[in-house]
């Protein structure tokens, strides 16, 4: 349960980081809050040659409105954003999503950004990114370019990073008038792996339901004009189209269960909570 | 920037528990073995080695965190408290220490470290936790003695403490 050995690099500024990163690319692994990252080392899922560690550089550690969302710097952690003051207001299903996220001393280090680049299938930031509609910033040391969340998370523990490229900051859309939020897991213990994750978003007679934890990525369905009595039917066939399987946490048919059951609460109080 | 080498050790120059120490460290040195066989500060213990357990925890600039998903040299030039740092110079304990005592809440206490950390940090954040807030800050942290009902009484009651005046950790 040591990590295997490894060169170490503290970078000050970001252009440091990326110069390390176009020299190293797949060689490199980036840490910032490293609470995904140090356990995979511990246990030798990843032997890296180099880590870079980009923890100290104080740019990226921010939080800010970019037009109709709001951004987040590489390093900004969890911890930090339960307690921006304006969470709630601006990011409300993130504000809800937050305390499921491992445990609060785990959140104290963990970045928003690292969460994201870690992309737990299960995991609760790539699931907001997602149903909220939201992007990324990746940058190398030649150009920068913003990822929609649906483009970046493209599988188990995967997404459209380059071996070059650093998530310097994710876009999570701000709540929009008249819409609602809702988030909820279940996991047969607090702070841990969801067997299914759900988030909602209601508003302008669309609803918006993600799921977490049943495929390789974060799962998503739109729809429009919903009457009430055909909610349960349309919850039921996303449930059977998401293919959850039997594992030792639970089999496929209590996952469904989930998705038709809280899903429908889910959107019942995402509706309550439309501003 | 700073590098070092694989196999190279650094100079890590931190504070601990108030005072400045220091000590040297390879890339891949965890914190938690850094503190117990570089530092020689045995209280905090190994448990999982993932993150799990939260046996580990020690408060890294005010904050709970765990020392087993660090390495040494991110400490480089900041401050940490362990649980060494609790009770004052003359072994007084702390309220919180105290609580643990007077409820029972170890057995063998090897979890309790970490629960003490961790308890620290929360508990001067949130000095008007309720039971369920508490059992909720605690999820992280594993006994496997106890049920945790002392745990968490003893934490309730240095809440109170809390609230009525006294710090929850000498912290010299």
């Known amino acids: 349960m040591k990590p295997a050995s490894f060169d170490y690099a503290r970078c000050d500024t970001l252009e440091e980081a990326l110069e ?16 995904s990252l140090t356990a995979m080392l511990n246990m030798r899922l990843l032997q ?49 999503a937050l305390p499921y996220i491992g445990h609060f001393q785990t959140r104290n280090r963990g970045t928003i950004c690292g969460s994201l680049c870690h992309a737990d299938p299960s995991s609760e930031l790539p ?19 913003d990822v929609k969340a649906e483009d970046f998370q493209i ?26 939020y809702a988030f909820h897991e279940i996991s047969r213990r607090h702070g841990d792996f969801a067997i299914v994750a759900l988030a909602a978003a209601v508003g302008d007679g669309k609803i918006r339901l993600g799921t977490g934890g049943l495929a390789e990525k974060p799962t998503l369905r739109e729809w429009d004009k919903m009457e ?22 639970a089999t496929a048919r209590y996952r469904r269960e989930i998705v038709r059951r809280i899903g429908k609460k889910l959107i019942e109080e995402a509706r309550r909570c439309a501003l | 920037m700073r590098t070092v080498k694989r196999g190279e050790r650094q100079l890590v120059r931190f504070t601990l528990n108030g005072e400045q120490v220091e000590g040297l460290a390879e890339p891949r040195m965890l914190l938690t073995d850094f503190l117990r066989h570089e530092i020689g500060a045995m209280g905090t213990h190994v448990g999982c080695e993932h993150g ?3 046996a580990c925890t020690i408060r890294l600039e005010g904050k709970a965190v765990r020392a087993c998903l660090m390495f040494a040299v991110q400490v480089d030039g900041k401050s ?7 009770a004052d110079k003359n072994g007084e304990l702390s309220p919180l220490q105290a609580a643990f005592h007077r409820n029972f809440a170890l057995q063998c206490g090897y979890c309790t470290p970490g629960f003490l950390l961790t308890l620290a940090d929360y508990l001067e954040r949130n000095p008007d936790a309720q039971e369920s807030d508490i059992r909720t800050a605690l999820s992280g942290n594993l006994c496997r003695c106890t049920d945790y009902s002392e745990i968490v009484n003893a934490a309730l009651e240095a809440a109170r403490e809390i609230r009525s005046g006294k710090s929850v950790a000498q912290e010299n």
Request: charged residues 25%.
């Open chain 1, 20 to 35: 390390l990163l176009a020299v190293h690319g797949d060689d490199a692994r980036v840490i910032a809050g490293g609470q």
């Open chain 1, 48 to 96: 890296p040659q180099i880590l870079i560690d980009i923890g100290r550089i104080k740019s990226l550690s921010y939080i800010k409105p970019v037009r109709s969302a709001i951004e987040i710097g590489a390093t900004f952690t969890q911890g930090e954003l339960e307690s921006w003051p304006d969470v709630k207001r601006q990011l409300p299903l993130v504000a809800a």
């Open chain 1, 127 to 145: 699931l907001c990114l997602a149903t909220l509609g939201g992007e990324v910033v990746l940058q190398s040391r030649r150009k920068k370019r």
């Open chain 1, 155 to 180: 599988g188990l523990l995967s997404t459209a990073k380059r071996p070059d490229e650093i998530m310097v900051a994710a876009r999570f859309p701000q709540a929009r008038a008249g819409w609602g």
């Open chain 1, 228 to 249: 009430d009595k055909d909610l349960p039917d349309a919850l039921n066939d996303f449930a059977w189209d998401l293919g959850g399987s039997d594992d030792i946490h």
């Open chain 2, 52 to 54: 799990i357990c939260g």
């Open chain 2, 80 to 86: 940490v408290v362990t649980i060494e740092g609790l």
